[in-house]
């Protein structure tokens, strides 16, 4: 049975476009591969509310998607050992 689940990734603005560009692509391909995409949104570069890791902008990525319950735990796996990722939030819309 699938849920949906809504994901916001903040990604570094320091590790350089090229790679911003890769981390959305890594994201969105494991995604993808495990789960049906509805919506994938780069809002892009801007201000955050408050300082992460001595930061004061990030890279904003929103992904909307539909998945087995048990994708969520390795999609937070996956972001918490990425380098570049400064905060991410992952919510069951169900």
């Known amino acids: 049975?699938?849920?949906k689940y809504e994901?916001?990734?903040?990604?570094?603005?320091?590790?350089?476009?090229e790679n911003?560009?890769?981390l959305v692509e890594k994201f969105k391909?494991?995604?993808e591969a495990s789960a049906q995409v509805e919506s994938v949104d780069e809002w892009g570069k801007?201000?955050?509310?408050y300082e992460i890791k001595d930061k004061n902008e990030g890279y904003y990525v929103?992904?909307?998607?539909s998945?087995?319950?048990?994708?969520p735990a390795e999609l937070e796996r996956?972001?918490?050992?990425?380098e570049g990722i400064l905060k991410y939030i992952i919510i069951n819309k169900d």
């Open 1 to 3: 049975m699938l849920k």
């Open 7 to 17: 994901t916001i990734f903040i990604i570094n603005p320091e590790v350089g476009e």
């Open 20 to 22: 911003t560009k890769a």
């Open 29 to 31: 391909a494991m995604i």
């Open 46 to 49: 801007r201000k955050l509310a």
């Open 62 to 65: 929103l992904v909307n998607f």
């Open 67 to 71: 998945s087995s319950p048990d994708f």
């Open 78 to 82: 996956v972001y918490k050992i990425t």
